[in-house]
C-alpha cells in the first residue's frame, strides 16, 4: 500500500517526511491543497485528510510561524463577548474549549484560573456574576460537561489569602472563574503531524508565489521550496486560503477583488518570573480599552495584551518601548510592589487577523469568521479566534467540497484526538514510575507528558540511546537536550529558530533569550539534520542577530522605528 494510503502511518515529521511530501505534491491532482501553516491551515488539512481526501499543506516559514504561536495562550470563551451580547460566539468558543480538554488534547490544554477583583459591593457582583453565571451554563450547552470547575465568588478576605500580592485597597471581594491555556505553538506542530499521521503531504518552508489558473478557475499554486531554491507546480481541485493576516496579500495573487478584508491588530506580551508576585491564580483586568490577562505560565506570568493597528512588517511585528510601559502601568495599578522593565524575562508580538468589510456592517465581525468562494477552486477563511480553529476549518472544508461532484463525508474532528491524547491520563497517573525507570525527576517527566503525551515514550527512547540527552539546555533548564533532537526528527523544525521560538519557548522565557542554549541545540540538530560546521555557526549567528534586533526594537518609542530596528536581523535563508 502507498505511503498515505494505509490504516497507519509514522508520527515522525522530519526531513524525510517532508521530502516525500513534496514529491507528492509535484505528482498527480490532490484533492485539497491548504495555503497556511498557522492553527486554522493545519486544522483544514486534517478536517480534509480525515474526510478520506487527499490533501497537501504548503507553509512560508515555519509551522505557526505567524499569529498562531504569539497568541494569549488561551483556550477560552472569550468572556468579554457576553458584554457585546455576542452569545452565538462565547457558547461555539466554550463548546470547543470542552472538546480539547478533554478528548482533542488533554496533554496539551489545561484548565487555569482567574479572578476578576470586584469594587463596588451590590452592583458589580450582580453585574459580573449574572455574566459569569451565563458563561458557565453555556459551557454545557455543546453536549458534555465543560471540564473545568464553575464560577465562585470571594470576599476581600479570600481574595487577600489567594492573592497575597494583590493590591486590596479598592477591592470588595472577587470572582473566581477558569477557562483552558494552552501552547499555541507546539499544538500546531502536533496539529500538522496529527494530519501527516492521516495522510496528508505537508511541507514547511515552502512559499506559494502564484496561483495557476485555467480560465477563471484556480486550479493549483506556483511553489518556491525555501530550503533548495527549486520551483515547482501543486495541482488542486480545490485550494484553501487560510493565511491569517496575509489573505488579502495572498489574494491579490488571484488578481481577483476579495469580498473581505483582514486587518492586522498587534497585541504584545510581557513574560515575568513567577516569583515576582504571588498569587494563587490569574488575573481579568478592565483597562480604558479592554481588558487585561494576568496568565500563569509555569515558573512565568503572561501579560497582556495590547490592541492597536499595525501596517508594518508581518512577518515581524516588533513590541515598543510605549507598549511595554502600557502593561506594566496597568498592571502596576493593581499590586502592591510594581513590576519594572528589569523584571521582564520576554517580550513578544503578535497580530491578530480582523475582519474588517467594506461595509459597517461586516466590520463588527471583527472576532467572526468568513469564509469567501468568489473565484471557482478557491476558498478563503479568514476572521475567527484560535479557540475556535476547528469550526473554522470545518466550514473552510465544507466550502471545498460543496464543488465536488460526489458526495464527502462530513467533518469528525470533533473525535479525533491529537496524537500523544490517547492513554494520556494512564500515562500520568505512572508518571512517578516512568521517572524511576529512567532516573529522571518527576518534574521531568511531567513536562514531557503535558508536552507530548504518550508520544513521551519516543523521548525517552532517546534518552534511553544517548543519556546525554537527558541534560537540561544551557540558561533553559526546564527543557531537556532529547526534546531538540526530536523536534527535528518528529515535529518538522528545521532550523534553530523554529524549536528555541516555537517548539521550546526558550526566546520568551529564558533571561538570555535563548543565548546559551543556542549553540548546544544547532550542535544536536546539526547531527540529526546533517549540517556542517559553517551551516551550524550560520544558525547560531542568525538566531543571535535576531535577539539582537528584538531586543533594540523593544527600546524603541514607536512602531515605525520598531519596525526598522527589527528588520535590521537578517531573515532565515535557504540552505544551499
Not at 50 to 56: A, E, M, N, P, Q
Not at 308 to 323: F, I, V
Request: net charge neutral; charged share 25%; aromatic share 6%.
Amino acid at each position: 500500500m502507498a505511503p498515505g494510503n494505509s490504516a497507519s502511518r509514522s508520527t515522525k515529521l522530519g526531513p524525510e517526511e517532508r521530502a516525500a511530501a513534496l514529491e507528492r505534491l509535484k505528482g498527480k491532482e490532490l484533492d485539497i491543497l491548504v495555503v497556511g501553516g498557522g492553527i486554522v491551515g493545519t486544522g483544514a488539512a486534517l478536517d480534509a485528510v480525515t474526510r478520506g481526501l487527499s490533501v497537501g499543506i504548503l507553509e512560508a516559514r515555519d509551522w505557526a510561524s505567524g499569529t498562531s504561536s504569539r497568541s494569549s495562550k488561551l483556550v477560552h470563551g472569550g468572556i468579554r463577548y457576553l458584554e457585546q451580547a455576542d452569545f452565538r460566539l462565547v457558547r461555539e468558543a466554550l463548546t470547543e474549549r470542552g472538546l480539547l480538554l478533554q478528548r482533542i488534547a488533554p496533554h496539551l490544554v489545561k484548565p487555569v484560573r482567574f479572578l476578576y477583583p470586584l469594587r463596588k459591593r451590590v452592583t458589580e457582583r450582580f453585574y459580573v456574576g449574572a455574566g459569569m453565571l451565563l458563561y458557565d451554563l453555556f459551557s454545557y450547552t455543546g453536549g458534555r460537561a465543560p471540564g473545568v470547575p464553575h464560577h465562585r465568588h470571594l470576599s476581600k478576605r479570600q481574595v487577600k489569602g489567594l492573592l497575597p500580592s494583590l493590591n486590596t485597597d479598592t477591592i470588595v471581594g472577587g470572582i473566581t472563574y477558569y477557562d483552558g491555556q494552552v501552547d499555541d505553538a507546539l499544538y500546531v506542530a502536533s496539529l500538522v503531524r496529527t494530519a501527516s499521521f492521516y495522510g496528508a503531504h505537508a511541507a514547511s518552508r515552502v512559499r506559494v508565489e502564484g496561483f495557476i489558473k485555467v480560465g477563471e478557475r484556480v486550479v493549483g499554486v506556483h511553489a518556491h521550496d525555501l530550503q533548495t531554491d527549486e520551483r515547482f507546480e501543486v495541482r488542486a481541485r480545490q485550494v484553501v486560503n487560510a493565511t491569517g493576516v496575509w489573505t488579502d496579500d495572498t489574494q491579490r495573487m488571484v488578481g481577483e477583488r476579495g469580498t473581505f478584508k483582514v486587518r492586522a491588530s498587534k497585541g504584545i506580551h510581557l513574560v515575568v518570573p513567577r516569583d515576582r508576585f504571588q498569587s494563587a491564580m490569574g488575573l481579568l483586568l478592565r483597562t480604558e480599552k479592554s481588558v487585561l490577562f494576568v496568565i500563569p505560565w509555569g515558573r512565568h506570568w503572561l501579560i497582556g495584551t495590547t490592541d492597536t493597528d499595525w501596517h508594518l512588517d508581518k512577518a515581524h511585528p516588533a513590541a515598543t518601548a510605549a507598549d511595554i510601559d502600557y502593561l506594566l502601568e496597568h498592571v502596576n495599578a493593581v499590586l502592591r510592589v510594581p513590576l519594572t522593565r528589569e523584571d521582564v524575562e520576554g517580550v513578544y508580538a503578535g497580530l491578530r487577523p480582523l475582519l474588517a468589510g467594506e461595509s459597517e456592517s461586516t466590520s463588527k465581525l471583527s472576532r467572526e469568521h468568513l469564509v469567501g468562494h468568489s473565484v471557482p477552486g478557491l476558498v478563503v477563511i479568514a476572521g475567527g479566534k484560535w479557540t475556535t480553529y476547528r469550526v473554522m476549518a470545518k466550514d473552510a472544508i465544507d466550502a471545498a467540497v460543496d464543488a465536488f461532484d460526489e458526495r464527502v463525508p462530513a467533518s469528525t474532528t470533533a473525535e479525533i484526538p491529537l496524537l500523544g491524547a490517547e492513554g494520556y491520563q494512564a500515562a500520568w497517573n505512572k508518571r512517578g514510575r516512568i521517572a524511576r525507570a529512567f532516573g529522571l525527576h518527576t518534574v521531568r517527566v511531567e513536562h514531557l507528558l503535558n508536552r507530548y503525551g504518550t508520544l513521551t515514550d519516543e523521548l525517552l527512547d532517546l534518552i534511553r540511546e544517548t543519556p546525554s540527552l537527558a541534560d537540561p539546555l544551557p540558561g533553559a533548564d526546564d527543557y531537556i537536550e532529547a526534546e531538540v533532537v526530536y523536534a527535528a526528527t518528529h515535529m518538522g523544525a528545521l532550523h534553530l529558530e523554529d524549536v528555541l521560538a516555537r517548539r521550546t519557548r526558550i526566546s520568551i522565557e529564558a533571561w538570555d533569550r535563548g543565548v546559551s542554549a543556542a549553540p548546544v541545540a544547532a550542535r544536536l540538530m546539526a547531527g540529526v539534520l546533517g549540517w556542517d560546521e559553517a551551516r551550524e555557526a550560520r544558525e547560531v549567528g542568525t538566531y543571535l542577530k535576531r535577539v539582537a534586533a528584538e531586543r533594540a526594537s523593544q527600546q524603541q518609542p514607536d512602531d515605525e522605528s520598531a519596525d526598522r530596528v527589527r528588520l535590521e536581523a537578517p531573515d532565515i535563508a535557504a540552505t544551499k
